[in-house]
């Protein structure tokens, strides 16, 4: 087997050719059928996002602050033609002028002096605010309660309980509660100097209370909708950050955990390991018993793995029969000894399947920080690169990455040749 020596430079470029030697014109047979080569897509470990999901919330906080503007600015519009029409009446045509000035240079430049802040929820949030305040004013100067106006009430809601959740949904109906009721007084005339004063009839209440309770109707069906989103939205972030089959945690996630642990490592002076870890015989149980015993053969391994691992450490699944343990605060000994322990219990519990005990082997590939180097790509591949000198020392055993193909541990002994029990004759016809 022909490998790239570790201190040799590489540099990435698209398709399968991912990783090249310096200057060289070929990439070894090694990298090219290696599985950690084409799982980093040409990026660095330190070049994947620290956390995907929380840029990904605030791309759609973006997004939603571009839709707001543009509902302001249209408000804006329908506001000056509508108080220009003939029939249209205007308590204080001033007054309502200044708010509409000051709520447009508010808008613009909400859209384009704070871009810088357009993806942070208090900005969201300041906008929604604005247009509830501006909302208020010109159902205030446009005739109260019987204002054409009212329904942007309804407007102001929704949007907020789609776009900031349930929570500031309920605070905006409630201030929209406290607004009704001060437009119903007003509009009536009934202050004559303190609220005891105030003098409202039940007929009079009546249309205000409807709308009322319909405003509330709306904050909670909105809350729903929006609690129901977040729950689809966690399922699906959920279902991006594990593997399916197995429930450990894919390979994304890994890289995203190991780049925050090489952080605090670093910063610390400590220490961790990677194990890579492989199955030595899923080819010849799916030939022998089917796909569905492969499948249950790697449940069974991430199972027993999973069991021997402690809570700090991180176990993922590459996909196939591959995985990689991440074990912070672990020597590349200590590591070496857990690593023989998961072999030894996967070699020592034979996998069970319609009758038959299968023995099953993996083998293992082990680098370490600082032992093996600074660089959490480069350790990554040397423990990929251990692995494969396990394949080529005959498997099911532990090894150490050494750039010489030696081992720096003691090897287990020779594995005996995988046996299968000749399956029965129902099994041995089916497809």
Same mark, same amino acid.
């Given at each position: 087997?022909?490998?790239?020596?570790?201190?040799?430079?590489?540099?990435?470029?698209?398709?399968?050719?991912?990783?090249?030697?310096?200057?060289?014109?070929?990439?070894?047979?090694?990298?090219?059928?290696?599985?950690?080569?084409?799982?980093?897509?040409?990026?660095?470990?330190?070049?994947?996002?620290?956390?995907?999901?929380?840029?990904?919330?605030?791309?759609?906080?973006?997004?939603?602050?571009?839709?707001?503007?543009?509902?302001?600015?249209?408000?804006?519009?329908?506001?000056?033609?509508?108080?220009?029409?003939?029939?249209?009446?205007?308590?204080?045509?001033?007054?309502?002028?200044?708010?509409?000035?000051?709520?447009?240079?508010?808008?613009?430049?909400?859209?384009?002096?704070?871009?810088?802040?357009?993806?942070?929820?208090?900005?969201? &949030?300041?906008?929604?605010? *604005?247009?509830?305040?501006?909302? $208020?004013? /010109?159902?205030?100067?446009?005739?109260? =309660? @019987?204002? #054409?106006?009212?329904?942007?009430?309804?407007?102001?809601?929704?949007?907020?309980?789609?776009?900031?959740?349930?929570?500031?949904?309920?605070?905006?109906?409630?201030?929209?509660?406290?607004?009704?009721?001060?437009?119903? &007084?007003?509009?009536?005339? *009934?202050?004559?100097?303190?609220? $005891?004063? /105030?003098?409202?009839?039940?007929?009079? =209440? @009546?249309? #205000?209370?409807?709308?009322?309770?319909?405003?509330?109707?709306?904050?909670?069906?909105?809350?729903?909708?929006?609690?129901?989103?977040?729950?689809?939205?966690?399922?699906?972030?959920?279902?991006?950050?594990?593997?399916?089959?197995?429930?450990?945690?894919?390979?994304?996630?890994?890289?995203?955990?190991?780049?925050?642990?090489?952080?605090?490592?670093?910063?610390?002076?400590?220490?961790?390991?990677?194990?890579?870890?492989?199955?030595?015989?899923?080819?010849?149980?799916?030939?022998?018993?089917?796909?569905?015993?492969?499948?249950?053969?790697?449940?069974?391994?991430?199972?027993?793995?999973?069991?021997?691992?402690?809570?700090?450490?991180?176990?993922?699944?590459?996909?196939?029969?591959?995985?990689?343990?991440?074990?912070?605060?672990?020597?590349?000994?200590?590591?070496?000894?857990?690593?023989?322990?998961?072999?030894?219990?996967?070699?020592?519990?034979?996998?069970?399947?319609?009758?038959?005990?299968?023995?099953?082997?993996?083998?293992?590939?082990?680098?370490?920080?600082?032992?093996?180097?600074?660089?959490?790509?480069?350790?990554?591949?040397?423990?990929?690169?251990?692995?494969?000198?396990?394949?080529?020392?005959?498997?099911?055993?532990?090894?150490?990455?050494?750039?010489?193909?030696?081992?720096?541990?003691?090897?287990?002994?020779?594995?005996?040749?995988?046996?299968?029990?000749?399956?029965?004759?129902?099994?041995?016809?089916?497809?």
């Amino acid at each position: 087997m022909t490998e790239a020596r570790p201190d040799e430079e590489k540099s990435a470029l698209s398709g399968k050719d991912l990783f090249v030697k310096a200057g060289a014109e070929r990439i070894s047979s090694y990298e090219k059928s290696s599985p950690i080569y084409s799982l980093l897509s040409g990026q660095r470990v330190g070049q994947i996002p620290i956390d995907e999901h929380k840029e990904i919330d605030r791309e759609e906080r973006g997004a939603h602050q571009k839709m707001l503007s543009r509902i302001q600015l249209l408000l804006l519009a329908l506001t000056f033609l509508s108080t220009r029409l003939p029939c249209a009446q205007v308590l204080q045509p001033w007054l309502l002028n200044s708010a509409m000035a000051v709520f447009g240079l508010f808008a613009l430049a909400a859209r384009f002096v704070w871009q810088e802040h357009h993806r942070e929820p208090w900005h969201l &949030a300041l906008n929604t605010w *604005a247009m509830l305040l501006f909302t $208020a004013v /010109l159902i205030w100067q446009t005739g109260f =309660l @019987s204002s #054409p106006f009212q329904s942007l009430f309804f407007l102001c809601i929704m949007l907020t309980g789609i776009m900031l959740g349930p929570k500031t949904a309920y605070q905006q109906a409630g201030v929209v509660t406290v607004c009704m009721l001060l437009l119903a &007084a007003a509009d009536r005339n *009934a202050f004559s100097g303190s609220l $005891a004063a /105030l003098k409202v009839d039940a007929e009079y =209440l @009546s249309g #205000p209370l409807i709308r009322l309770s319909l405003i509330w109707l709306l904050a909670w069906a909105v809350s729903l909708a929006a609690e129901e989103s977040e729950v689809t939205k966690e399922k699906i972030r959920q279902l991006s950050r594990t593997d399916q089959l197995t429930g450990l945690w894919n390979m994304k996630m890994l890289l995203i955990f190991m780049q925050r642990e090489y952080q605090r490592t670093f910063t610390r002076a400590g220490k961790f390991s990677v194990l890579m870890i492989d199955a030595d015989s899923l080819k010849a149980v799916n030939d022998m018993f089917g796909h569905h015993a492969g499948t249950m053969l790697i449940v069974f391994i991430s199972e027993t793995m999973r069991s021997e691992l402690r809570e700090e450490d991180m176990l993922a699944r590459f996909g196939g029969d591959e995985f990689v343990a991440f074990l912070p605060e672990t020597s590349c000994q200590d590591a070496w000894r857990v690593a023989e322990r998961l072999r030894r219990r996967i070699e020592d519990a034979p996998l069970v399947y319609e009758g038959h005990s299968v023995r099953i082997t993996v083998s293992c590939g082990i680098a370490c920080f600082p032992g093996h180097g600074d660089d959490l790509t480069e350790i990554m591949k040397k423990a990929d690169r251990a692995l494969y000198q396990s394949k080529d020392l005959g498997k099911n055993r532990c090894t150490i990455f050494s750039d010489e193909n030696e081992h720096e541990n003691s090897p287990a002994a020779e594995p005996e040749p995988v046996s299968f029990p000749e399956p029965r004759s129902s099994r041995a016809s089916s497809p």
